[in-house]
């Protein structure tokens, strides 16, 4: 249908378009650079208990200042990866700068209390075997148990009804890694799904998306995050609020019957040094 635009307007649009794929050529390229230089980093972002502000947990969150190209999003350089084996490359990364990390700030933690570090992963993924065996790897290279180890995972992840994916999931499971549907509300989501994955145990916690925290102080947004609330009381799993940015949204939250949540209102991801400070002063 391009042929009947307009002269200007298809010049216009196959313009765009072009410079679409050499924004994406050039990110990749300098992504599979940065990763073999080691020029990526993690960040911590505090996941609190909202009742008393104390910290629970803390999410990884990858981050990437390039020379050239200045920060990148993670949104932008992982939507690339995610279609080729760099994921891979990230995730390790990750997970073994955070479980470094991690291991610093339980160091004065015994092990009923041990602080706990959650890690993004793709759907992808999932369909690897290998992964369980290589969590527990890297945790006991650190000398923490798997279950200090939270993957957090897109809806489409845990729709995925593959064999392969099951068997992962179950692993996961029996090594006591905890695994949590990240962003959930805005997506494809199947409640009959969710009731067997945590029914198998195989789902710990929802994190619910930040944009209903985002709309909070609307009738709308109280509605939808109380039925969200309902529903992971009845499943017996934890209910996580994302994007809290000031007192009036915690304050809901609270009231709702919320017990766990991040967002800027706390703190900002930051980085490891900080990370282990903030638990050595909490
Ligand atoms: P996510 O997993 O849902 O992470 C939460 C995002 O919300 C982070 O953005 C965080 O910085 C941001 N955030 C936290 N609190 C607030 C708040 O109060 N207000 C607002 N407006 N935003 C807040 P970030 O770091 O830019 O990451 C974006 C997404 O990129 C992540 O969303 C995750 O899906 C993906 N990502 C980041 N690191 C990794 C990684 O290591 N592996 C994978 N697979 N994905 C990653
Ligand atoms: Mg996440
Ligand atoms: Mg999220
Ligand atoms: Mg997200």
Same mark, same amino acid.
């Given at each position: 249908y391009a042929a009947k635009r307009s002269g200007r307007s298809a010049h216009r649009f196959y313009r765009a378009d072009a410079d679409r794929a050499s924004r994406r050529l050039a990110v990749s390229t300098r992504l599979r650079n940065a990763i073999k230089a080691g020029e990526l980093s993690v960040e911590y972002q505090p996941v609190h208990? =909202?009742?008393?502000?104390?910290? /629970?947990g803390f999410e990884a969150l990858a981050r990437w200042n390039d020379d050239t190209l200045g920060s990148v999003s993670p949104d932008e350089f992982i939507a690339l990866a995610e279609r080729s084996p760099l994921i891979d490359e990230i995730f390790e990364l990750v997970l073994h700068q955070s479980l470094a990390t991690a291991a610093v700030w339980n160091s004065t933690h015994d092990s009923s209390s041990l602080v706990g570090i959650s890690v993004n992963i793709a759907a $992808?993924?999932? $369909?690897?075997?290998s992964l369980p065996g290589r969590i527990v790897g890297a945790a006991d290279a650190v000398g =923490?148990?798997?279950?200090?180890v939270t993957l957090e995972l897109t809806e489409t992840a845990l729709m995925d009804e593959g064999p392969r994916t099951l068997r992962v999931l179950s692993a996961l499971r029996d090594a006591g890694i905890r695994v949590w549907m990240d962003?959930?509300? /805005?997506?494809?989501?199947?409640m009959a799904r969710l009731g067997d994955l945590s029914a198998a145990g195989i789902l710990d916690g929802v994190k619910i998306d930040r944009t209903f925290v985002a709309d909070l102080p609307t009738a709308r947004a109280e509605t939808l995050l109380r039925m969200f609330f309902t529903m992971t009381e009845s499943l017996g799993v934890t209910a996580v609020a994302e994007g809290i940015e000031n007192d009036e949204q915690l304050q809901v939250l609270r009231r709702l019957g919320y017990r766990y949540g991040q967002g800027w209102h706390f703190a900002k991801s930051m980085p490891a040094t900080a990370a282990v400070q903030l638990v050595l002063d909490d």
């Open positions: 208990d =909202l009742t008393d502000s104390t910290i /629970v $992808r993924q999932l $369909r690897d075997t =923490l148990p798997p279950s200090c962003d959930y509300g /805005v997506g494809y989501s199947n």
